[in-house]
């Protein structure tokens, strides 16, 4: 029998958050998890520099355009969460 190993989402987007507010000079309280990342001021080399972090926190190998597919903090959380739930 399998068991699933599950990084949870609310701790997948906290992450996003801190690392986003570090990119866009604000607080974390100050981010909206549901707004675009556009919208919160991510350009798109901070967007590729985001995903090398996500690739190198996780262990995944994640496209550069997933800030184009997912566009929110919470949205990429959920994407997070799925590609790291795995049979232990």
Request: proline share 8%.
């Amino acid at each position: 029998m399998f068991a699933t190993i599950v990084t949870p989402s609310t701790t997948i987007q906290d992450w996003l958050v801190t690392r986003i507010a570090d990119y866009t000079e604000r607080t974390p309280h100050q981010l909206d998890p549901t707004v675009p990342l556009a919208e919160l001021g991510i350009d798109s080399v901070s967007a590729v520099t985001l995903c090398g972090e996500i690739e190198d926190r996780w262990m995944i190998d994640i496209d550069p355009t997933l800030v184009f597919e997912y566009p929110t903090i919470a949205a990429i959380s959920a994407f997070i969460a799925a590609e790291t739930a795995q049979p232990a």
